[in-house]
Structures are given as C-alpha cells and as structure tokens.
C-alpha cells in the first residue's frame, strides 16, 4: 500500500529526516559503471563561515543538472568540498586568537595550524549540515578539502613542474600589499573603489638655476622613496633643466631631472617625481634608468626611517603630518579634491599600498596561449549564456604574470629552501638532504593556486586513478560571473597544461543576488538575507525553484520574499491536485490504454507531450527560468485548472473503461509532473512520488519522460471548449454577473456555422461554463476564440436587481459625502482658519462628489 498525503502541506514534516535516508542509502554515490558517466565539481566555500543567498543558488543550479542527468540513467558524481581560503581564514583565526588575549606569534606557526585546523573542522561541520538543508546531492565518500594531503601533493608537483619549466620565477616587482593581513594579493584580489582623495602640489626648487616647479601627487607620504624627477623628454619648457637636481620638499634631499617619454606633456604640470618601490609605472621608470629603489614604508602601513621625524606613523597619519609640515616650509602650491579609483584588499577592505617586494610569480602567457588555442578549437569550453566565452578570452589575452607567494601561515607551503650559506635556491618535491643546511620558504601559495587544480586534483591526480579515467574531464562547471578571472580562467589553463584537456566542458555562468531595490547585498546595509531563515519559512523546495527560475543565465537576481511565497503557493497547489489524484487513483495501478482514452485525456497527453519537448529542450541548455514558466503553466493551468475539473465527466461515467483511461491519465501526468519538477524540488516530490502507484523506492532511480504517441483526432475541439469556457468567465467578470446565473450561449466556427462539439464536450462547456447552448434571440455579445466565436445575450450578461442595489447603495454613500462637505463648507470657523489650500481641496471634493451622484442617478433611472 503506498504512503498517504497530510491533508495540509507542511513544508517541515516533508523534508524531515528525508535526506538522512538518501545519504544512508547511498543514492548519491557515483560508481554504477554500466551507466554512462557525468559529473559535477562544487566550487568549494571558504571555511569561514556560513554559506548565504549566493551559495544557496549555486549549489542549487549544480544540484538541478546532477539530479536532472540521473533521471536520464547517468551516474552521476557530484562532489563535494571545500576551501582553505588563506588569508580569509587566518584573519578569522587571528581575530578569534585576539579575543582571547594572544596571537600567533604568540603560538607559533605550527600551534597556529593547530588552531586553524580546529576552526576547518568547526566550520566544515556546519556547511555540511546547511548542504543537507539545502538538500544537495553531493557524494560525501569523496569529499575533498583543498588542504588535504592529496591536494599538497598535486599543488606540489604543479609548483616544481612549472618551475622547471620555467614558468615560475622569482623577482622583485611591484604587488599589491594589503598592510593589515601583511600579504600580497593578485590583481584580481583587489576591489578598486571611488573615493574622494585630494592632489597636493608642491613647489620644488632647483639647485643649480632656483628655478620653482610645481609637481603634484595623491600619496604624499611616498616623497620618501623619491628618486628622480620626470619630465618629457620632448618638453621644451623643462628640457633646459634635465640633468641638474631639484629640492625633495619632503625632505630636502637633492633629487636628479631625468627625461623619459612615459611623461605625458599634456596633464598637470608636466612634472612628475618618481618612486620606484611605490608606484608600478615608476617601477618601469626606474627600470629603465637603472635607479636606485627605496622602501619608505613598513609592511604594516607605517613609515619606516626614511621617514625621518614621521617614523612610526601610520601612512596616513604621516601624510596629513607630512603636508602640514610643507606648508609650514611655505612649499604647498594647493590641494585640489580628486575623485578616483582606489584598490583595496578583497578579504580585509584595507586600502592596498603598491609596494616592491621580492615574490614568486606565474609566466602567464605561454599558459593563457594554450586555452586561447584551444578555444579556437571544434572543442573548446562552451560558456552559456555564450557572451561569456569573450569576457574569458579577451582577460586571457591582455593577462599579466600571476603573484602567486602570500605572506600567510595557513595555505600550502611553497616547495623552495635557500641554502644558509650560498643562497642557492632548490625547488623539489622532497626536502634537500642536507636539511640542515637549508630554510623553507616561510611563504604560503595564493589560495586560488589550489583551487585551479580542483576539477583534476579532487579526482585524484596526479596519479592516474579510477575516477580521473572515468569522470575527467567533468561535464559541468557552475559559478558566479565574479569570479570568471579568479577562478574559471585558471582552471582552464591549469587543466590544459598538465591534463591536456579541457577541465570541464560547460560553464554555467549566474549573476549576484541583490535586494528587492537592486541593491548588493552587505553586512553594512544590513540587507543581506540567511538562507536557513527562508527554509525555515517556506521550506528549501520553495527557496530552490525561486533561486533557479527568477533569472536567466549570466544575470543578477532580485530577492523578493512574495516570489519564495509564490512558489510556495504553487508547491500547495501541485499538493491538493497529488491529494486529488490519490483520492480517485487510490493503491491500484492504470496502465494507459490508448485505444480508450476520450478526447479530453488525449489532449492532456498532448499538452504533456509539447510540454515534455519544451522542458526537455531547455534543461539541456541550462535555461532553467524558462523551464519554470513551461512548468508552471502545464501543472497549474493545464492539469489542475483544466483537466482535475474535466476529468469528473470521465471519473463519473458509468463505463468503466472510461473510468479506468481517465484515472490512468490522472496518475500518469501526476508522475510526469512530479519527476519533471523533481530537479527542483526533490522533498516534496519525494513526497508525492511516495503516494503513486507502483513507486519505487526512490523518484531518483525514475527515468526523465518520453513522449506518447496521440490520437490527434478532436484535440482542437477540446482546445475550443476550454477557450469558451474561459471567455464565459471573463464575461462574467467585465459585466459583474455572478457565477451562478445561468447563461444562453452558441458556439460558431470561423465560418459562422455552429461549432460541431461532440455530446460529451458540449455537456462539460454547458457545465464548467454555466451555460445551455442555445439558438439566441436579440442582441449578443461576440467573442472571439482560436477558430471561431463565443456569443452571449446581451440581455443575460446585465443584472439589474444587483445593479440597481450596487447603484443604490453608491447613491446613499455620495449623499453622505455631499452632506459632511456642505457642513463643513459652512462652518465659518472652519473656513476662516483652515488653510486656503484645505478649504479648496473640500470644494473640489464636494463638487466631484456631486458630479459622481447625477452619473448613478442616470444610471438608475
């Protein structure tokens, strides 16, 4: 006997305990080696925290095509894991560390990892348990952490190999310093910003002639590192002054005029003071001219002895101290506010400092060339939408060497050691054997260094296991458009150089979620929404077909609670209609009998079959809000509105072979309905799926749907009837005739000719309609149907005694309006110290009002 439904859905009892049972069961775990393999890698959330809107959607979009590809009889691998997330992690470890009066100096870099490790496994618990809520079908007996051994020794082998090649140096350049995680960043870990900074320009004199020059800049705290002043060697105001020294106002050393076209005449004053550790086009500058290249400024942000008497002072502090002190000098031309684009850091919002630092980096090119090639290719990554695929390539083409060295503890330690004594450098899978002679790099890799490998290195690479051979390259790869550079681009080339193949073959790109005005959701708008809320509200099925059928590929979302509640509704709906199935269906299974369905069963099937086609078509392209629509309107519309209400004639008919088509007509598009939402919301459909027929042990192990061949014969009739049926009521509705009036009505075809209904469908219309097909006499109402024409009785589609009580009852309401406005306007009091505005207001009232009653007194006369 198969399971009842709760007379009441109840988003909480369904979803209870159910995925419990599927993990236990093991029906997420690939390995069904007769089946045709596919499969999914997450894109790991950082052990920080817990997973919001944004993930919510993702994993959703991932768990949709995995559960999608089962229905269709694949084995599918959907594995899960997680990031180390280096700097995001240590600072919240550090953070946690400073509560508790100490930091890690203070434990040292191995009790660090310890301490970090806990929080890894804190964190890591609770991501599994919103995994469950969000219901997720990843196989845990593979998860894979992006610190686990087998990652370190993938990471590894890629950072010797590349070495080897090459490909991976070490330099002193220009990075991005975040100064309060005291680390590098790439470029793509900086947010750039508009603030509102200032230009100070200053007065240098020059020594050999006293000649005064005006030269601006945004970072006056940087003077110190000055080396040189610039000009265009082209400039004829200046040449006359290249090669003798102007006066650092800063400090009053004496710094060489040098020309260098980089220079452009045009802005400002032409003059330009150049600080090569500070500055990336000053670094160029110095480059080429073979300049010395001072640090004024700690690691920090604070400013070191070049400083001089600013020495300590956090940069910023040094620069409001450091103008004060030049316009005491009488050497501060002016300060001009500045609007411009500032970098800071991703992970602690810190304004970034350019700074020169000796650190390992990536020779992009040859890499980004291989993808591009490869692009070029009939295999190349497909990207949907497809506008994607030349935001990818066209970073690919303009990229720059990657930092990939970061001041951190927590990360995969670089495999480098520098001899003590000779400062050789020896980069190896395997320590030297002399350790003693030797240092490790104290840095850590850039976390996205590890995560470039995640398609291979989580199958087990670098050796050549089982599930590498079998689910490499992986089918699909979802992500935000955000992280296209940090992460997608990576991917590929990492996946292209050491596999040689594409990492993943689709790329499914999504948007951001953003409020209901559009805005970016943040800790400091207070806007941001918790995604356990939502399911504790509407149940994580509503959440999960909102998430996925609100937005189409590549484009921001809006949260709107109404539209989770809508989806909730339509969830209940699909609920009373399976109670509805269930109470005439009963235990007993229906085969479908093609030979006995009436026409009305047929053209469900039929609308079933163009549905099919329609969902089918759009799953495989990733156009899953169309997926919804499509869904929606055959669940709602074309099952429950239409055919739940026809299928009574049929249910009631006193032959039995029509009794049995129709009920094996209800369970089978119910079953339909229900694997095709499946993808969507696998509780609930669990649920009804649980109740059918012939179910089996799980709505997973169904197959996706296929097509029924059908009778064609009389589907637009049915068609006809139930656009009648629907004009009838709109009818009803415009004239505000009640739904129980019986109404005269005839049906033509588009000749003009009564439309030739069967017996059968006449008898429903009659019925659903509230109507009697008859010949009319007077005036009619025509209204036009695909293929012909409803006519209606004018004099039928008026109720007077409503109408005349509707009129009525506005006449007594518009005299009590004029009589409270006449009162009022009499009242000297009131209109002698009311506001002019007031009294008007009350004039032009009382006159509508008056205008209102003489157009229902017409009317009732």
């Given at each position: 006997?198969?399971?009842?439904?709760?007379?009441?859905?109840?988003?909480?009892?369904?979803?209870?305990g159910?995925?419990r049972n599927?993990?236990?069961?093991?029906?997420f775990?690939?390995?069904?080696t007769n089946?045709?393999?596919?499969?999914?890698?997450?894109p790991?959330p950082?052990?920080?925290?817990?997973?919001?809107l944004?993930?919510?959607?993702?994993?959703?979009?991932?768990d949709i095509?995995?559960?999608?590809q089962?229905l269709l009889?694949?084995?599918?691998?959907?594995?899960?894991?997680?990031?180390?997330?280096?700097?995001?992690?240590?600072?919240?470890?550090?953070?946690?560390?400073r509560?508790q009066?100490?930091?890690?100096y203070?434990l040292g870099?191995?009790?660090?990892?310890?301490?970090?490790?806990?929080?890894?496994?804190?964190?890591?618990?609770?991501?599994?348990?919103?995994?469950?809520?969000?219901?997720?079908?990843?196989?845990y007996?593979?998860?894979r952490?992006?610190?686990d051994?087998?990652?370190?020794?993938?990471?590894?082998k890629?950072?010797?190999?590349?070495?080897?090649?090459g490909?991976i140096?070490?330099?002193?350049r220009?990075?991005n310093?975040?100064?309060?995680a005291?680390?590098a960043?790439?470029?793509?870990?900086?947010?750039?910003?508009?603030?509102?900074?200032?230009?100070?320009?200053?007065?240098?004199?020059v020594e050999?002639?006293?000649t005064?020059?005006a030269?601006?800049?945004?970072?006056?705290?940087?003077?110190?590192?000055?080396?040189?002043?610039?000009?265009?060697?082209?400039?004829e105001?200046?040449?006359?002054?290249i090669?003798k020294?102007?006066?650092?106002?800063?400090?009053?050393?004496s710094l060489?005029?040098?020309a260098?076209?980089?220079?452009d005449?045009?802005?400002?004053?032409?003059?330009?003071?150049?600080?090569?550790?500070?500055?990336?086009?000053?670094y160029?500058?110095?480059?080429?001219?073979?300049l010395?290249?001072?640090?004024?400024?700690?690691?920090?942000?604070?400013?070191?002895?070049?400083?001089?008497?600013?020495?300590?002072m956090?940069?910023?502090?040094a620069?409001?101290?450091?103008?004060?002190?030049?316009?005491?000098?009488g050497?501060?031309?002016?300060?001009?506010?500045?609007?411009?684009?500032?970098?800071?850091?991703?992970?602690?919002?810190?304004?970034v400092e350019?700074y020169?630092?000796?650190?390992?980096?990536?020779?992009?090119?040859?890499?980004?060339?291989?993808?591009?090639?490869?692009?070029?290719?009939d295999?190349?990554?497909?990207?949907?939408p497809?506008?994607?695929?030349?935001?990818?390539?066209?970073?690919?083409?303009?990229?720059?060497?990657w930092?990939?060295?970061?001041q951190?503890w927590?990360?995969?330690?670089?495999?480098a050691?520098?001899?003590?004594?000779t400062?050789?450098?020896?980069v190896?899978?395997?320590a030297?054997?002399?350790?003693?002679?030797?240092?490790?790099?104290?840095?850590v890799l850039?976390?996205?260094f590890?995560?470039?490998?995640?398609?291979f290195?989580?199958l087990?690479w670098?050796e050549?296991?089982?599930?590498?051979e079998?689910?490499?390259?992986?089918?699909?790869?979802?992500?935000?458009?955000?992280?296209?550079?940090f992460?997608?681009?990576?991917?590929?080339?990492q996946?292209r150089?050491f596999?040689?193949?594409?990492p993943?073959?689709?790329?499914l790109m999504?948007?951001?979620?953003?409020?209901?005005q559009?805005?970016?959701?943040?800790?400091s708008?207070?806007?941001?929404?918790?995604p356990?809320?939502?399911?504790?509200?509407?149940?994580?099925?509503?959440?999960?077909?909102?998430?996925?059928?609100?937005?189409?590929p590549?484009?921001d979302m809006?949260?709107?609670?109404?539209?989770?509640?809508a989806?909730?509704?339509?969830?209940?709906?699909?609920?009373?209609?399976?109670?509805?199935?269930?109470?005439h269906?009963?235990?007993t299974?229906?085969?479908?009998?093609?030979a006995?369905l009436n026409?009305?069963?047929?053209?469900?099937?039929?609308?079933f079959?163009?549905?099919?086609?329609?969902?089918?078509g759009?799953?495989?392209?990733?156009?899953?809000?169309?997926?919804?629509?499509?869904i929606?309107?055959f669940?709602?519309?074309d099952?429950?509105?239409?055919?739940?209400?026809?299928?009574?004639?049929?249910?009631?008919?006193?032959?039995?072979?029509?009794?049995?088509?129709?009920?094996?007509?209800?369970?089978?598009?119910?079953?339909?309905?229900?694997?095709?939402?499946?993808?969507f919301?696998?509780?609930?459909?669990?649920?009804?799926y649980a109740?059918?027929?012939g179910?089996g042990?799980?709505?997973?192990?169904?197959?996706?749907?296929?097509?029924?061949?059908?009778?064609?014969?009389?589907?637009?009739?049915?068609?006809?009837?139930?656009?009648a049926?629907?004009?009838v009521?709109?009818?009803?509705?415009?004239?505000?005739v009640?739904?129980?009036k019986?109404?005269?009505?005839?049906?033509?075809?588009?000749?003009?000719?009564?439309?030739?209904?069967?017996?059968?469908?006449a008898?429903m219309?009659e019925?659903m309609?509230?109507?009697s097909?008859?010949?009319l006499e007077?005036?009619?109402?025509?209204?036009?149907?695909?293929?012909?024409s409803?006519?209606?009785?004018?004099?039928?589609?008026?109720d007077?005694e409503?109408?005349?009580?509707?009129?009525?009852?506005?006449k007594?309401r518009?005299?009590?309006?004029i009589?409270?406005g006449?009162?009022?306007?009499?009242n000297?009091?009131?209109?002698?110290?009311?506001?002019?505005?007031?009294?008007?207001?009350?004039r032009?009232?009382?006159?509508?009002y008056k205008?209102?009653l003489?157009?229902?007194?017409?009317?009732?006369?």
């Amino acid at each position: 006997m198969s399971k009842e439904l709760a007379q009441k859905y109840n988003h909480k009892q369904v979803e209870e305990g159910k995925y419990r049972n599927w993990v236990e069961k093991g029906y997420f775990t690939a390995g069904d080696t007769n089946k045709t393999p596919y499969s999914i890698v997450i894109p790991p959330p950082n052990v920080t925290g817990k997973l919001h809107l944004g993930h919510a959607w993702d994993n959703t979009l991932q768990d949709i095509a995995g559960r999608y590809q089962r229905l269709l009889g694949k084995d599918v691998l959907y594995l899960p894991g997680m990031d180390h997330a280096g700097i995001a992690t240590q600072a919240k470890v550090d953070e946690r560390l400073r509560e508790q009066g100490i930091s890690r100096y203070d434990l040292g870099r191995e009790g660090f990892l310890d301490q970090a490790w806990d929080w890894k496994e804190e964190y890591a618990g609770h991501i599994r348990e919103q995994w469950e809520k969000l219901g997720i079908s990843v196989d845990y007996s593979r998860e894979r952490f992006t610190l686990d051994e087998g990652l370190n020794k993938a990471v590894n082998k890629v950072f010797v190999d590349l070495y080897n090649e090459g490909l991976i140096y070490r330099g002193y350049r220009i990075i991005n310093w975040d100064v309060q995680a005291q680390t590098a960043l790439s470029n793509i870990e900086v947010d750039h910003i508009e603030v509102e900074g200032a230009f100070y320009t200053f007065e240098y004199t020059v020594e050999e002639d006293g000649t005064k020059l005006a030269v601006a800049t945004t970072r006056p705290e940087t003077m110190f590192g000055d080396v040189c002043i610039v000009v265009h060697p082209d400039d004829e105001r200046y040449q006359h002054l290249i090669g003798k020294h102007a006066i650092n106002p800063a400090n009053n050393e004496s710094l060489p005029i040098i020309a260098d076209s980089y220079i452009d005449i045009e802005f400002g004053t032409g003059v330009m003071k150049c600080t090569p550790a500070h500055d990336p086009n000053d670094y160029e500058i110095g480059k080429r001219h073979n300049l010395e290249m001072p640090i004024c400024m700690n690691p920090d942000g604070t400013m070191n002895a070049l400083a001089h008497q600013f020495e300590g002072m956090d940069r910023f502090d040094a620069r409001k101290a450091l103008v004060e002190y030049i316009k005491e000098q009488g050497k501060l031309i002016s300060i001009e506010k500045h609007v411009h684009s500032v970098g800071h850091s991703e992970r602690t919002g810190v304004i970034v400092e350019p700074y020169l630092s000796e650190q390992w980096f990536v020779k992009m090119k040859p890499l980004a060339d291989e993808v591009l090639e490869q692009q070029k290719t009939d295999d190349p990554i497909k990207f949907y939408p497809e506008r994607f695929n030349h935001t990818f390539t066209q970073w690919l083409e303009n990229i720059e060497d990657w930092t990939i060295s970061r001041q951190l503890w927590w990360g995969h330690r670089i495999p480098a050691w520098f001899h003590k004594e000779t400062g050789e450098t020896y980069v190896g899978l395997e320590a030297p054997q002399d350790i003693e002679n030797w240092n490790q790099d104290e840095d850590v890799l850039d976390t996205w260094f590890s995560s470039a490998l995640w398609p291979f290195s989580t199958l087990g690479w670098p050796e050549n296991t089982a599930d590498l051979e079998r689910y490499y390259p992986t089918d699909l790869m979802v992500t935000g458009y955000d992280i296209i550079f940090f992460w997608v681009a990576r991917m590929a080339f990492q996946g292209r150089h050491f596999t040689k193949k594409n990492p993943f073959k689709h790329v499914l790109m999504h948007g951001l979620i953003r409020d209901e005005q559009g805005r970016k959701m943040s800790k400091s708008l207070g806007n941001g929404v918790d995604p356990m809320d939502v399911i504790e509200k509407y149940g994580v099925d509503s959440l999960r077909f909102f998430l996925t059928t609100n937005s189409s590929p590549g484009q921001d979302m809006r949260y709107i609670e109404e539209k989770v509640e809508a989806s909730w509704n339509f969830i209940n709906k699909i609920w009373n209609a399976s109670r509805f199935v269930k109470m005439h269906v009963g235990d007993t299974y229906y085969d479908i009998n093609k030979a006995k369905l009436n026409q009305v069963d047929r053209y469900i099937l039929n609308q079933f079959n163009e549905t099919l086609v329609e969902i089918t078509g759009n799953m495989n392209k990733y156009e899953y809000s169309l997926v919804g629509n499509t869904i929606t309107r055959f669940a709602w519309d074309d099952f429950c509105s239409w055919y739940l209400e026809l299928s009574k004639t049929g249910l009631q008919s006193s032959d039995e072979e029509v009794v049995y088509a129709t009920k094996a007509t209800l369970a089978f598009v119910l079953k339909q309905i229900t694997i095709m939402l499946h993808p969507f919301m696998p509780f609930v459909t669990e649920e009804i799926y649980a109740t059918l027929p012939g179910a089996g042990d799980t709505i997973m192990y169904e197959a996706w749907p296929h097509e029924l061949e059908i009778n064609q014969e009389g589907l637009k009739d049915v068609a006809f009837m139930i656009d009648a049926i629907s004009k009838v009521r709109e009818a009803r509705v415009s004239y505000d005739v009640k739904p129980s009036k019986p109404l005269s009505a005839a049906l033509k075809d588009s000749t003009g000719s009564n439309y030739p209904l069967t017996d059968v469908l006449a008898s429903m219309f009659e019925s659903m309609a509230r109507v009697s097909l008859n010949t009319l006499e007077g005036d009619t109402l025509s209204l036009p149907i695909g293929g012909g024409s409803l006519l209606l009785l004018e004099s039928e589609l008026v109720d007077k005694e409503a109408l005349i009580e509707k009129l009525n009852k506005e006449k007594i309401r518009l005299e009590g309006e004029i009589k409270r406005g006449e009162s009022m306007l009499a009242n000297e009091k009131f209109t002698s110290k009311a506001p002019e505005a007031k009294v008007n207001e009350e004039r032009q009232k009382l006159e509508e009002y008056k205008r209102q009653l003489s157009v229902v007194v017409e009317q009732l006369q």
